[in-house]
T-cell receptor, first 113, second 118 residues
């Protein structure tokens, strides 16, 4: 969706390196969700952010929400081959349509051993 | 271990044939979503249901696609007639949504149905 832009589209990093993926909305965010997808499989929920300035971590993955910029970033520390996959952000941008999400195009991450 | 199930996982069919995809949402979830994923368009919402009632199907080509929830344990997405441009991975997701806006809307995705229309 053009309402939700992810960058970069693809990323190749050396194992052990840190990386950041960004997700920017053209509309007000009422919730921002990060998912991971492996090729040929469904999406796996990583974390959800709702409040400006909120930051959540799961293992070596940290996500932050900048409400003013209507942007979220996903940061992976000391990347591992198991982090490889497609990362998608999903956003709840319609207050009256609780549950309906739009998704970014995804960021394909490759981690070279 | 509750999960969303979808059948079939793979479907190859010829143009003009009818295709039916099925989804069993997680028991207790009140909202079911159908998505289509392609390389060009990414993940697009086709339709979704709340307590089995259709809420929004604006993402779905109306002339050939139809989505139903005959009961709480089954959602179906039908394409008739199918066309090569319908080739994609179709995902079903379910979630428990309490409030509008700002609510916790985690969606649990099924493994998808990979559809190829020749």
């Amino acid at each position: 969706s053009q309402e939700l832009e992810q960058s970069p589209q693809s990323l190749i990093v050396q194992e052990g390196k840190n990386l950041t993926i960004n997700c920017t909305s053209s509309k007000t965010l009422y919730g921002l969700y990060w998912y991971k997808q492996k090729y040929g499989e469904g999406l796996i929920f990583l974390m959800m952010l709702q409040k400006g300035g909120e930051e959540k971590s799961h293992e070596k993955i940290t996500a932050k929400l900048d409400e003013k910029k209507q942007q979220s970033s996903l940061h992976i520390t000391a990347s591992q081959p198991s982090h490889a996959g497609i990362y998608l952000c999903g956003a709840d941008i319609d207050y009256n349509q609780g549950g309906k999400l739009i998704f970014g195009q995804g960021t394909e991450l490759s981690v070279k051993p | 271990d509750a999960r969303v199930t979808q059948t079939p996982r793979h479907k190859v069919t010829e143009m003009g044939q009818e295709v039916t995809m099925r989804c069993q949402p997680i028991l207790g979830h009140n909202t079911v979503f159908w998505y289509r994923q392609t390389m060009m368009q990414g993940l697009e919402l086709l339709a979704y249901f709340r307590n089995r009632a259709p809420l929004d199907d604006s993402g779905m080509p109306k002339d050939r696609f139809s989505a139903e929830m005959p009961d709480a344990t089954l959602a179906t997405l039908k394409i008739q007639p199918s066309e090569p441009r319908d080739s994609a991975v179709y995902f079903c997701a379910s979630g428990l949504v309490f409030l509008a806006g700002g609510s916790y809307n985690e969606q649990f995705f099924g493994p998808g149905t990979r559809l190829t229309v020749l």
